[in-house]
């Protein structure tokens, strides 16, 4: 499993890849189990990818796959 980066803000370790769209079954049981985070179905191009449990802050960029 790929690692989580660090917060480029306050250096935690204690991140979260943001999921967006309508949140199926998986992605629920990983936001449970606290392995995610839930952006909501709206998603543009300046949506975050990664965020940070302990200050908040949320960076990076998403991915829209156009296939
Ligand atoms: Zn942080």
Redesign the pocket.
Known sequence: MKENPK?P????ENTLPIGYGYPGPGMVEAYRKGELELGGCCISEDSPSWC?K??K?SWGKFSIRSD
């Not at 803000?9 to 935690?12: H, Y």
């Open positions: 917060c803000k306050c250096g935690s940070c302990d200050c802050n």
